[in-house]
Every structure is written in C-alpha cells, then in structure tokens.
C-alpha cells in the first residue's frame, strides 16, 4: 500500500453559527478608546489595529481590495471595499465596504500626509464595523423602545444589552 498523506484542516471556529456568536460579543472593555466631541460629550471607539488584530484572528485572509479617495472642497472622504475569508470549513469570501470623511484643520499645511491616512483608517474600521458587535457595530448608539405602550430611550451598554437611559441624561 502506498504512503498516503493526509491534509488535517484546522478551523477556528466549526461552523457559521460559532462564527456568528463570535462577532456578535462585545469588545473587551480595555480594547475601547474616547474621543472627545467638546464639552462633555465622548465617543468610543476601536483602534485599527484591535480591529485589524481581531481580523487576522477570525479570517483566513483579507484585504482591502478597492480604495477611493475624494477631494472635497475642506475635507477628503475616503472608501474602501474589504474582501475576507472566514475561519470555518466551508466558508466563503465575503465582501464590505467603509467610508469616512475628515474635515481639514484650518491653518494646517500637511492635510494630505495626515489627513488622508486618518480618513483611510476610519473607513477601513467602518467597513469591518458594519460585521458585527466585536467590531463595535453598536458602540454610542441609542435606541427609542416601546415598553407596554411607552416610548422610552434606552442606549447599549458596554455589554451590548439594552437599559433605560438615566433620567439626568448620562
């Protein structure tokens, strides 16, 4: 008989539903940051290279395979198509987009070296964002829920459930 070689695939995850429950858990509070929108309001956020760690952990393989940037009169807007392989056995190549936009500081010279960069990254984030809750899919969002007949606002906590939102507005 002759010597046969097997081929053992090792998967992260053993189907679409693994990696669906996958995308759909919140960030680990240490991966956030803030970004301060004046005065006291804060955004979150996830840093690229959380987001690009984490898509290196879940895919086989991505890319961004399409880039366009756009001048605009005191900005540039940015968009990017990503191409992605899961990490379970029969998978297929998924495909999604991101755009951002970054307004240029007025007496700043080197818009173009940092400018378009940042807007790069952010619709590159946008795009993996549009996957799920690891991603921050739902970070800073606010929702208006209809509990027995009442609208109240509730926000998605740091774990991604819904609560009422306090009285005092925090």
């Known amino acids: 008989m002759e010597n046969e070689k097997k081929t053992i695939e090792k998967y992260l995850f053993k189907d679409f539903e693994e990696y669906k429950n996958y995308l759909d858990q919140a960030p680990l509070d240490e991966w956030l940051q803030n970004r301060s929108l004046g005065g006291s309001k804060n955004h979150q956020f996830l840093p690229l290279f959380i987001l690009q760690g984490n898509a290196d952990l879940i895919f086989r393989e991505w890319y961004v395979i399409d ?3 756009l001048s605009i009169s005191n900005g540039v807007a940015f968009t990017v198509k990503v191409s992605a392989l899961p990490d379970y056995p029969g998978a297929e190549t998924l495909f999604f987009t991101g755009s951002a936009a970054v307004q ?3 007496k700043a010279s080197n818009h173009i070296e940092f400018d ?3 807007a790069r990254e952010r619709a590159v984030g946008k795009a993996f964002a549009t996957l799920g809750n690891i991603f ?3 970070l800073n969002r606010t929702y208006k829920v209809n509990q ?3 609208i109240k606002t509730a926000v998605v906590s740091s774990d991604f459930s819904l609560r009422k939102k306090p009285e005092n507005g925090n």
């Open 67 to 69: 880039e366009k940037a």
């Open 104 to 106: 240029f500081k007025e």
């Open 116 to 118: 378009l960069p940042n």
């Open 136 to 138: 921050g899919r739902n």
């Open 148 to 150: 027995g007949g009442q």
